[in-house]
């Protein structure tokens, strides 16, 4: 079994932390706390034992197996299932890789499962260690804490998005061939972090309702109780999940706006294209007008020269005494009132 990390925790406190699988369901119910257990890539048999013995709902665990879903909370009478997708920029290729992160929470045990590298939930989970009394209500402190991490996740995010942007900006008037490419893989990255993102201020604000709906009825084993330390546990637990949720309007914010410069930027782009292959064709244009100019030109004394340089015996000028001046004046006129007519229209 992958298991990164487990315990088991009463009143926010860790009593115990078994090595196997067996050993934390038979610790979590000798406690009677709750199990926090997280596994990394389990295969298909190991998530169907950890299903076995926590009830897990078996489309849940297909989502879990079959992978690429979208962020997503999802109620299975006894437990919830909870999609993240955590996010980190990668400096060296400037470009934005996507994990996925799955959670079940019952009344008695949080099962966090990584599909990928992102989203480290060891500091997580010592962050929550020391705030008992935050832990002590059990698997939605967990929730909360999680989603905390990964939207925390998202702001180096921004901010390396928010530099490719501006470098975009910066070469748009360069004449670089490249920039549409990177404006389009730039819109790509966008898009998926907005659907990564955007289904968070609904869950966020379900995982409220229930934290605050689950305050005013009784809690099961393992979950959080009633009483005035639980209420003002409960209270300080909503507001942290208020402040999430204004991070994630924050971030959502921001991605829109990045798409917005994108899409301008893309336009902007095609236009100084278009303006680019019109001001060739026109340069084109020009240069042709002045091959054409100058081959008229060059035509002229040819025509001349062709026609004298034909070997007829009854060509009377021939035998002019000034017909070979005539000639080259002929074909100097011609010449040069070709260009004078070409420089006229401005082709030359």
């Known amino acids: 079994m992958p298991i990164v990390d487990n315990g088991i925790y009463v009143e926010g406190r860790r009593r115990a932390t078994p090595s196997s699988l067996a050993e934390t369901f038979e610790d979590m119910v000798a406690c009677h706390g709750m199990a926090w257990m997280g596994l990394y890539r389990p295969t298909a048999e190991e998530l169907e034992a950890v299903a076995e013995e926590l009830g897990l709902h078996q489309l849940a665990i297909e989502d879990t197996l079959s992978g690429h879903q979208r962020p997503k909370l999802d109620h299975y009478g006894t437990h919830s299932f909870l999609v993240l997708r955590p996010a980190r920029y990668v400096d060296e290729t400037e470009k934005v890789e996507f994990g996925e992160l799955h959670i079940y929470a019952g009344v008695d045990f949080a099962v966090t499962i990584r599909q990928a590298e992102s989203a480290q939930l060891s500091s997580v989970r010592r962050t929550m260690e020391a705030q008992p009394q935050l832990l002590a209500l059990g698997p939605p402190a967990v929730m909360y804490a999680v989603l905390d991490h990964v939207v925390d ?187 004078l007519v070409f420089k006229r229209n401005r082709w030359l």
């Open 153 to 339: 996740e998202y702001r180096p995010v921004i901010e390396g998005l928010a530099n490719d942007i501006e470098e975009i900006e910066d070469g748009l008037f360069t004449g670089d061939t490249s920039v549409s490419r990177r404006i389009y893989e730039l819109s790509r990255e966008v898009i998926e972090f907005q659907r990564a993102v955007a289904p968070l201020v609904g869950i966020v604000g379900e995982l409220r309702r229930e934290l605050t709906g689950s305050e005013r009825s009784p809690g099961s084993a393992g979950g959080p109780q009633t009483g005035p330390e639980t209420d003002q546990a409960v209270l300080e637990l909503d507001s942290r999940f208020a402040d999430v949720q204004d991070h994630v309007i924050r971030v959502a914010e921001r991605l829109t706006s990045f798409r917005e410069v994108l899409t301008n930027a893309l336009s902007l782009n095609a236009t100084l294209v278009s303006q680019q292959a019109a001001q060739a064709g026109v340069e084109q244009n020009e240069q042709m007008k002045k091959i054409s100019a100058w081959a008229a030109i060059l035509f002229a004394p040819s025509l001349v020269g062709s026609i004298y340089g034909m070997n007829f015996a009854f060509m009377p000028e021939l035998a002019w005494r000034f017909g070979y001046p005539l000639a080259l004046a002929l074909m100097v006129g011609l010449s040069l009132g070709l260009y």
